[in-house]
């Protein structure tokens, strides 16, 4: 097996080169804050909303993906579902949050993908500890994307996210 190519780049997700990038959802799958809200705004809200709304729900732990529309970098949004840390034991919060990581890069390899673009998955309004939400994303990435060839850009929209996610790769090495 080969070794995952996962890199780190800071900056708006919505205007990062890759095949699928992926929305941290809500289970309704509804335009939310944050993240959320900034990959709507750049798809179009009214088309990502009605994509959404054709699928319904997606479970906590999982994924589903949509037409990117008006992202021009990408040709998908993947839509994975993190866990609210505060409403699970860290040890369920921690599998939940590689469930929704794990079912993405599922997802997009499923659809053609060969790239594909993280945001820190539950780091928000859902409050799950950012280093440990980044070692777990890292974790999973490195040993899922090469079973599916996908490359991997981990995305960070401020320095502190993107700090704890380069010290999560750097402890692959």
């Known amino acids: 097996m080969s070794k995952a190519q996962i890199d780190v780049i800071q900056g708006d997700i919505t205007r990062v ?3 699928a990038i992926v ?3 809500n289970s309704a799958l509804a335009m939310g804050g944050g993240v959320c809200g900034a990959i709507f705004r750049a798809a179009g809200v009214a088309e990502l909303n009605a994509a959404c709304r054709a ?3 997606c479970a906590t732990g999982h994924a589903v993906i949509t037409p990117a ?3 021009k970098t990408a040709q998908f949004i993947v839509h994975a579902v993190g866990p ?3 409403e699970y034991v860290p040890e ?3 599998a939940v ?3 929704a ?5 599922e997802v997009a390899a499923e659809n053609g993908c060969r790239s594909i673009a993280f945001p820190a998955i539950s780091t928000g309004i859902y409050g799950y500890p950012l280093r440990e939400a980044c070692a777990e994303a890292v974790s999973v990435c490195a040993v899922e994307a090469p079973r599916h060839n996908l490359a991997v850009k981990l995305v960070a929209f401020d320095d502190t996210t993107a700090n704890a996610l380069r010290e999560a790769v750097a402890r692959l090495s």
């Not at 990581?101 to 890069?105: C, D, E, G, P």
């Open 101 to 105: 990581y794990a079912s993405a890069l």
């Open 23 to 25: 929305n941290a959802a």
């Open 92 to 94: 369920k919060a921690a």
């Open 97 to 99: 949050l590689r469930g």
């Open 17 to 19: 080169p890759a095949d």
């Open 55 to 57: 699928i319904g729900e």
């Open 69 to 71: 529309f008006g992202i």
């Open 84 to 86: 609210i840390y505060a």
